[in-house]
Antibody, heavy 122, light 112 residues
Framework: EVQLVESGGGLVQPGKSLRLSCSASGFTFDDYAMYWVRQAPGKGLEWVTGVSWKSGSIDFADSVKGRFTISRDNAQNIVYLQMKSLRHEDTAFYYC???????????????WGQGTLVIVSS | DIVMTQSPDSLAVSLGERATINCKSSQSVLYGSNNKNYLAWYQQKPGQPPMLLIYWASTREPGVPDRFTGSGSGSDFTLTITSLQAEDVAVYYCQQYYSSPYTFGQGTKLEI
């Protein structure tokens, strides 16, 4: 069974940094692209970024470009989202997701974590 | 970036009736070399992460009831839910994975 568990969320001041982690199990981790999607409370889904199965970053939403980076540790089966210069508008649940398509960067998300809440506030 | 626009924003349908949700992309998400539409549909219930229903515009994810059907090609897509059940109350999102960033529609809230 695929399991994705996010951690690292919490309350952070504007301008500060935070690193989220997503621990994966139940599948061959380095065969799949992994993504981060966020959802502000009561709002819709926003695709944030992804990391290819070959460990290169896929892209970033314009709203986070230059502030967020993504990486993966295929030995530990973990994906990281490093967030810098956080803004109030980055407040959201952050979900980690796994691509449906093996060995491809382009895929829908077939497995999701439960999410971790990031609150940016002074 | 590709903009995904869903209609309507909300929809009320009676139990046992049909629900239709539309999704339009600002450019085609049909990849010519494999003739596949890079379009997915998700269902999200309150307090839960989204769940993949359909990908490649019309391929149902295993375990998804066959009352959920995806159709369309190019830039216009539809999710149809026949014989609506109470457990289908949720927000539905389309997503394109043709070109990063892999954008979502704004969501359609389905109510009974």
């Amino acid at each position: 069974e695929v399991q994705l568990v996010e951690s690292g969320g919490g309350l952070v001041q504007p301008g500060k940094s935070l690193r989220l982690s997503c621990s994966a199990s139940g599948f061959t981790f380095d065969d799949y692209a992994m993504y981060w999607v966020r959802q502000a409370p009561g709002k819709g889904l926003e695709w944030v970024t992804g990391v290819s199965w070959k460990s290169g970053s896929i892209d970033f939403a314009d709203s986070v470009k230059g502030r967020f980076t993504i990486s993966r540790d295929n030995a530990q089966n973990i994906v990281y989202l490093q967030m810098k210069s956080l803004r109030h508008e980055d407040t959201a649940f952050y979900y980690c997701g796994k691509s449906r398509i093996v060995n491809s960067n382009d895929g829908p998300i077939d497995s999701w974590g439960q999410g971790t809440l990031v609150i940016v506030s002074s | 970036d590709i903009v995904m626009t869903q209609s309507p924003d909300s929809l009320a349908v009676s139990l046992g009736e049909r629900a239709t949700i539309n999704c339009k992309s600002s450019q085609s998400v049909l990849y010519g070399s494999n003739n596949k539409n890079y379009l997915a549909w998700y269902q999200q219930k309150p307090g839960q992460p989204p769940m993949l229903l359909i990908y490649w515009a019309s391929t149902r994810e295993p375990g998804v009831p066959d009352r959920f059907t995806g159709s369309g090609s190019g830039s216009d897509f539809t999710l149809t839910i026949t014989s609506l059940q109470a457990e289908d109350v949720a927000v539905y999102y389309c997503q394109q994975y043709y070109s990063s960033p892999y954008t979502f529609g704004q969501g359609t809230k389905l109510e009974i």
